[in-house]
């Protein structure tokens, strides 16, 4: 599971930020200014000597060198005064600002050094600063568009990652937290309740096995075993039912357990059968703790609203139970052999839907499929893995 960030982890990411922004204003500045200056290079050199009138002819490489400078002089500038860390659009402005004189600056001089102009007019110099200084601005601002563009995307990337990892601790706590009642309830039911009942049944036992005076007449006997066998008939299916409904039998032990135990309640006229892959097997040994208790619970759930749906709406006459793993999934397939099973004429989903939104919590899904000729195939798949309780 991912851990909340802490002051050192935050202290490292900013610096990376920092790294990530002056690389990509710089780089992104170079790229444009150098392309400009490749282009005013070509430009100068083949086309305004040819079609300008007392244009100053000099060789490509010289004014490709002065084109280079200013870049140079462009990106240096902004890297000295680290731009990157300009937050406010006027600190970002002035900073291409400047940086776009330094380049422009740069260029001239190094025009005048290689002698590609030798005593300048006012108006050479001037065109030629301002040309230099508007290249630089266009390339400078492209560049903080997109070093502020790649520091939103990162922004947003690093809240959707933040609301996941809530979602997934919010998920996981709610999972343990429906363990822990499920289990206190179904002890309660399973302990408290029934021991008071037997208890009940106990007293009422000793009524009836009274002699002479105090023995009951045949009325207040019968009524007295008739309530006997009412309580043990809600003790035994309502409560007990009701307890494994909640917490499924042997679950501690792991989930072939629990199915077996599930399995084994199936009335003994429908035939049963549960194939486990040896990939399971290794996954539910208890002491290698790879399948969490709500994985298994999930897992039961899903074999409980398969066998339900068999008998209800088979109805069958034999259910099969598959258990196996691929691509760091755990699949859980009921099959049955009762009415084909036809999507059309189908009732709304219900108890599927429920476990399917249940999955998809947890990144599974659910599928219920007509089988091959009868029956229904109802297809589970949990990814594992996603955390222990
Ligand atoms: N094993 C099956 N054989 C034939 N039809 C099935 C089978 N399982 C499901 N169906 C069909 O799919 C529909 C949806 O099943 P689902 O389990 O979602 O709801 P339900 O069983 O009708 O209601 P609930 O699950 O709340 O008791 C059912 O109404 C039924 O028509
Ligand atoms: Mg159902």
New binding site residues.
């Given amino acids: 599971m991912t851990m909340p960030p802490t002051d050192a982890a935050a202290a490292v990411a900013a610096r990376l930020d920092d790294r990530r922004d002056r690389r990509t204003l710089l780089r992104g500045t170079a790229g444009i200014a150098l392309g400009y200056g490749i282009g005013a290079t070509l430009q100068a050199t083949y086309v305004y000597s040819v079609y300008v009138t007392n244009w100053t002819v000099a060789p490509v490489s010289t004014r490709l060198l002065a084109n280079v400078v200013a870049v140079t002089g462009l990106v240096g500038c902004l890297a000295l005064i680290r731009a990157h860390r300009a937050r406010t659009t006027t600190l970002m402005l002035g900073a291409v600002l400047v940086a776009a004189m330094v380049g422009a600056s740069a260029r001239f001089g190094t025009q005048i050094v290689l002698g590609v102009y030798e005593a300048p007019a006012a108006s050479v110099r001037d065109a030629e600063l301002f040309s230099g200084f508007l290249m630089g601005t266009i390339s400078g601002l492209i560049g903080m568009w997109a070093m502020v563009s790649r520091r939103a995307m990162r922004e947003q990337i690093r809240v959707a990652t933040r609301d996941a990892v809530h979602i997934e601790v919010a998920v996981k706590a709610l999972e343990q937290e429906e363990i822990r009642v499920r289990r206190a309830v179904a002890e309660g039911l399973h302990g408290t309740l029934q021991s008071k009942l037997v208890l009940v049944d106990a007293r009422l036992a000793s009524l009836l096995s009274r002699h002479g005076q105090d023995a009951l007449d045949d009325e207040s006997r019968t009524s007295v075993e008739w309530i006997r066998a009412e309580l043990d008939a809600a003790r035994e299916i309502d409560v007990r039912e009701m307890s494994r409904l909640l917490y499924p039998d042997r679950l501690e032990l792991g989930l072939v357990p629990a199915l077996r135990a599930l399995l084994g309640r199936i009335p003994a006229s429908i035939a049963t059968q549960l194939v486990v892959s040896d990939s399971v097997r290794v996954l539910d040994d208890p002491a290698s703790g790879s399948l969490t208790l709500s994985e298994r619970l999930l897992a039961v759930r899903v074999v409980e609203?398969g066998i339900?749906?068999?008998l209800?709406?088979?109805p069958?006459g034999s259910v099969r139970v598959v258990l196996d793993t691929s691509d760091g999934l755990l699949h859980v397939g009921v099959e049955?052999d009762?009415?084909l099973?036809d999507p059309v004429s189908?009732?709304?989903?219900?108890?599927?839907?429920r476990l399917d939104t249940r999955l998809s919590l947890v990144g599974g899904r659910l599928e219920?499929t007509p089988g091959s000729g009868r029956?229904?195939h109802?297809d589970a798949w949990l990814p594992l893995g996603t955390g222990a309780l």
């Fill in positions: 609203e339900t749906n068999s209800k709406h088979g069958a049955n009762g009415e099973y189908a009732g709304v989903a219900s108890g599927t839907a219920l029956g229904a109802l």
